[in-house]
C-alpha cells in the first residue's frame, strides 16, 4: 500500500469514526460539536499520521512474522494512551485512544490485505 494511501485512509477513517461519535454523543448539538472538533483536530491527525508511520514501517519488515507485531504496534499504542489518561488542554486525550482502536484495527486489516495482494 502506498504511503500517502495509509496516511489518508488512516486519518479520514478516524477523523469519520470521531465525527459520526460525538453527533451521536451531542444528540446534532451544532456548538458541542464545533468544540469538539475544535479540542481534538490536532490529535486526531497526529495520531493518524503515527498509524500510518507504524504501517509504513511494519511493512519495509523482511518476515511476515515482524510485519504482524509491527502492525499491532497502534493498536498497542492506542491502548497505552488509554491506561495513560492524558489530558491537553480539556480534551481527554483516551477518550480519542478508543475510537482509535477499532479505526486503526479496521485500517490494519486493510493494510494486510493490500500488502498480502503484492
Do not use: H
Amino acid at each position: 500500500m502506498k504511503t500517502l494511501n495509509t496516511y489518508f485512509l488512516s486519518i479520514s477513517l478516524l477523523f469519520s469514526t470521531f465525527l459520526i461519535y460525538v453527533i451521536w454523543l451531542e444528540q446534532g448539538d451544532i456548538n458541542s460539536i464545533g468544540l469538539y472538533l475544535v479540542l481534538f483536530l490536532i490529535p486526531i491527525i497526529i495520531l493518524g499520521f503515527l498509524n500510518g508511520l507504524i504501517l509504513e514501517f511494519a511493512e519495509k519488515r523482511k518476515t511476515n512474522l515482524q510485519r504482524r507485531l509491527w502492525g499491532l504496534g497502534p493498536i498497542i499504542l492506542m491502548i497505552l494512551l488509554i491506561i495513560s489518561k492524558i489530558r491537553i488542554l480539556d480534551a481527554d486525550i483516551w477518550f480519542l485512544g478508543i475510537l482509535a482502536i477499532p479505526t486503526f484495527g479496521l485500517t490494519i486489516v486493510i493494510w494486510k490485505i493490500k500488502l498480502n495482494k503484492k
